[in-house]
């Protein structure tokens, strides 16, 4: 099983191994590398131990076991104007899409030394899929890694768990589906012998755990609590967070309007508690220390809140800040504050005891993936291919920028002295 421990709390799961990067937000879950020495500055033509050009379209952030780095991507094959026009005659939003034909997703394995990529396999090959978001990919779940086995998950179109010694795929799950609307979002998590995901669609809402060992389903548990009636406010793609609350392990899982605790072996709800406003579309995972949770609502009347979970029954409200929460990234903790990204480049520095801001600055850009803390810096990735590097302390202190050709979606990697970036383009290694 994956072994983590979130970082410096007592909250969880096991213990992490140096070297391995085996989820979304790495070994601590919260997007905090074990790593020093990374470059601060870096360019197309400085401090690149390595470039590869990746096949397909995805936005997955890329996990590492070993020397083996992961990542899932999609290669499509656009529908013509004619079937697209058809199937988005039941289309109720109003966003810009992405209507394939067909789709093959497909898991990508790269030497970490080298940058040589090892292995191409398809894991699905999905007819007439979904549509989605153009600003979304048909891979942008990250992948969750194991010793010798990954399982991606891609939403109503699969999981599947991988043997990445034999490259063999062990298991499919295809059963379960709903409206995603933008395409998929939710990141999977393992616990024990659970693999765990959120299904929160416009047309049903529910939480899912599946037997790791077989891919059968384990359990399904619907979204429970008051939602808005409107379809399109009650989807989300968060993503869950394993915390550890009166000594007992809970998934904490945020979605459209309520978060929600509950047992992640039997999928029992525990407790919820409504945003009291509105809050769906929520791309983010929470992060937690060992006093209180801390998330954002997303879209609708966006706020970050912090739950208090020690010394009481159930978690309760601490704090609402409603300025600048991000809609599509998620936080970072350190030494008692918090720091976010706002999706227009507000970066906001908070304390965690009462929410008050010591700062937000504008650093520019457009974000979609979370930052990193690496080092007592906080590296945030921007659509538009710059990486700001910024003092992780009450003073907002701007480090460097630093641009590559392309766009950054996925959320960026560490260890030991390197730094691995994913644009739409290529996979980058910065560093030695």
Same mark, same amino acid.
Request: hydrophobic fraction near 35%; include cysteine.
């Given at each position: 099983?994956?072994?983590?421990?979130?970082?410096?709390?007592?909250?969880?799961?096991?213990?992490?191994f140096a070297g391995n990067w085996?989820?979304?937000?790495?070994?601590?879950?919260?997007?905090?590398?074990?790593?020093?020495?990374?470059?601060?500055?870096?360019?197309?033509?400085?401090?690149?131990?390595?470039?590869?050009?990746?096949?397909?379209?995805?936005?997955?952030?890329?996990?590492?076991?070993?020397?083996?780095?992961?990542?899932?991507?999609?290669?499509?094959?656009?529908?013509?104007?004619?079937?697209?026009?058809?199937?988005?005659?039941?289309?109720?939003?109003?966003?810009?899409? @992405?209507?394939?034909?067909?789709?093959?997703?497909?898991?990508?394995?790269?030497?970490?030394?080298?940058?040589?990529?090892?292995?191409?396999?398809?894991?699905?090959?999905?007819?007439?899929?979904?549509?989605?978001?153009?600003?979304?990919?048909?891979?942008?779940?990250?992948?969750?890694?194991?010793?010798?086995?990954?399982?991606?998950?891609?939403?109503?179109? $699969?999981? @599947?768990?991988?043997?990445?010694?034999?490259?063999?795929?062990?298991?499919?799950?295809?059963?379960?589906?709903?409206?995603?609307?933008?395409?998929?979002?939710?990141?999977?998590?393992?616990?024990?012998?659970?693999?765990?995901?959120?299904?929160?669609?416009?047309?049903?809402?529910?939480?899912?755990?599946?037997?790791?060992?077989?891919?059968?389903?384990?359990?399904?548990?619907?979204?429970?609590?008051?939602?808005?009636?409107?379809?399109?406010?009650?989807?989300?793609?968060?993503?869950?967070?394993?915390?550890?609350?009166?000594?007992?392990?809970?998934?904490?899982?945020?979605?459209?309007?309520?978060?929600?605790?509950?047992?992640?072996?039997?999928?029992?709800?525990?407790?919820?508690?409504?945003?009291?406003?509105?809050?769906?579309?929520?791309?983010?995972?929470?992060?937690?220390?060992?006093?209180?949770?801390?998330?954002?609502?997303?879209?609708?009347?966006?706020?970050?809140?912090?739950?208090?979970?020690?010394? @009481?029954?159930?978690?309760?409200?601490?704090?609402?800040?409603?300025?600048?929460?991000?809609?599509?990234?998620?936080?970072?903790?350190?030494?008692?504050?918090?720091?976010?990204?706002?999706?227009?480049?507000?970066?906001?520095?908070?304390?965690?005891?009462? $929410?008050?801001?010591?700062?937000?600055?504008?650093?520019?850009?457009?974000?979609?993936?979370?930052?990193?803390?690496?080092?007592?810096?906080?590296?945030?990735?921007?659509?538009?291919?710059?990486?700001?590097?910024?003092?992780?302390?009450k003073q907002f202190k701007i480090?460097?920028?630093?641009?590559?050709?392309?766009?950054?979606?996925?959320?960026?990697?560490?260890?030991?002295?390197?730094?691995?970036?994913?644009?739409? !383009?290529?996979?980058? !290694?910065?560093?030695?």
């Amino acid at each position: 099983m994956i072994h983590r421990i979130l970082l410096p709390l007592l909250l969880l799961n096991s213990v992490s191994f140096a070297g391995n990067w085996p989820e979304w937000r790495g070994p601590s879950a919260q997007g905090q590398a074990n790593a020093s020495g990374l470059p601060e500055t870096w360019s197309e033509t400085s401090n690149i131990a390595w470039k590869t050009p990746l096949p397909g379209r995805g936005h997955s952030t890329p996990v590492m076991w070993g020397d083996h780095i992961w990542l899932t991507t999609a290669i499509e094959k656009t529908a013509t104007s004619e079937e697209a026009k058809r199937r988005l005659e039941s289309n109720t939003g109003d966003q810009p899409l @992405v209507v394939l034909s067909s789709v093959s997703l497909r898991a990508v394995c790269v030497d970490r030394n080298s940058g040589k990529i090892l292995h191409d396999i398809e894991l699905l090959n999905v007819k007439d899929p979904q549509w989605a978001h153009q600003l979304n990919s048909y891979a942008s779940p990250t992948p969750v890694l194991e010793e010798g086995r990954l399982y991606a998950h891609f939403g109503s179109f $699969g999981t @599947v768990a991988l043997d990445t010694k034999t490259q063999k795929v062990l298991w499919k799950n295809e059963e379960l589906n709903v409206m995603h609307e933008n395409g998929p979002g939710s990141t999977a998590v393992l616990h024990g012998d659970r693999l765990i995901s959120h299904f929160d669609g416009s047309d049903q809402q529910f939480i899912a755990g599946f037997d790791k060992n077989t891919g059968k389903l384990a359990w399904k548990t619907s979204r429970s609590g008051d939602m808005d009636p409107r379809p399109q406010q009650k989807k989300a793609y968060g993503t869950p967070l394993i915390v550890t609350i009166n000594g007992q392990p809970q998934v904490v899982s945020s979605a459209a309007n309520n978060i929600y605790g509950y047992d992640p072996q039997t999928g029992q709800e525990l407790w919820k508690i409504h945003y009291g406003e509105l809050g769906f579309s929520m791309s983010t995972v929470p992060v937690a220390d060992d006093q209180q949770i801390y998330f954002s609502t997303a879209f609708g009347k966006s706020a970050v809140i912090a739950l208090k979970h020690a010394g @009481v029954k159930t978690p309760e409200v601490a704090w609402r800040n409603n300025k600048n929460a991000p809609k599509m990234c998620s936080p970072v903790l350190h030494n008692d504050l918090l720091f976010y990204v706002d999706d227009g480049g507000i970066v906001s520095c908070v304390d965690v005891k009462t $929410g008050e801001a010591f700062y937000r600055e504008r650093i520019g850009g457009k974000f979609s993936a979370s930052p990193i803390l690496a080092d007592g810096k906080l590296y945030f990735s921007s659509r538009e291919g710059v990486v700001t590097v910024i003092a992780a302390s009450k003073q907002f202190k701007i480090l460097s920028q630093n641009t590559l050709d392309g766009s950054l979606m996925a959320s960026p990697i560490a260890d030991g002295s390197a730094l691995f970036l994913r644009t739409d !383009k290529a996979l980058y !290694k910065i560093g030695k």
